[in-house]
């Protein structure tokens, strides 16, 4: 699942100048939460339920938010944020899909509570990075 993101990472039109800001993305790089607060950073998770990896989504946030802007700039990358979230997590390949019968129920769930968890990554964005958000 990694290589996918990574895969749809390097695609994006915006990822050469992506590089120059943030340099080239490195998956033993940790990019979900603040980057200067190191023993803050160890508390966040990367893996939503410790299964579906963020940190490609993570990475993109980090760029828009090196560029700044408004408020409104601001929301709409946050939103961004969410929504890439989400996206993986639809895309992630769950443990209980394998599961005869009653999987999908496995699954379901499962999905749930990780979308739970993208909401409380995102509202903490919201809460507590307007700080970190460049400004022009």
Same mark, same amino acid.
């Given at each position: 699942?990694?290589?996918? +993101? ?22 033993? +790089? ?5 980057? %200067?607060? %190191? ?7 990367? @893996? ?7 940190? !490609? !989504?993570?990475?993109? &946030?980090?760029? =828009?938010? &090196? ?11 946050? /939103?961004? @944020?969410?929504?890439?979230? =989400? ?8 443990? /209980?899909?394998? !599961? ?11 999905? +749930?509570?990780?979308?739970? +968890? ?5 509202? =903490?964005?919201?809460? @507590?990075?307007?700080?970190? =958000?460049?400004?022009?």
């Amino acid at each position: 699942m990694r290589t996918k +993101q990574v895969e749809w990472l390097t695609t994006l039109p915006l990822y050469p100048m992506m590089i120059t800001v943030l340099g080239e993305y490195d998956d033993k +790089q940790d990019y979900v939460g603040p980057q %200067k607060t %190191k023993w803050l950073l160890r508390l966040i998770p990367r @893996f939503l339920l410790l299964l579906c990896d963020i940190n !490609v !989504v993570a990475y993109i &946030h980090d760029y =828009f938010y &090196h560029l700044g802007g408004d408020r409104r700039a601001r929301a709409e990358v946050d /939103g961004a @944020f969410l929504g890439h979230m =989400f996206m993986w997590i639809e895309l992630y390949d769950w443990p /209980g899909s394998r !599961v005869k019968y009653i999987g999908w129920i496995l699954t379901w769930k499962m999905k +749930q509570l990780a979308k739970a +968890q993208a909401l409380y990554y995102y509202m =903490f964005v919201r809460l @507590f990075a307007k700080g970190a =958000f460049g400004t022009k």
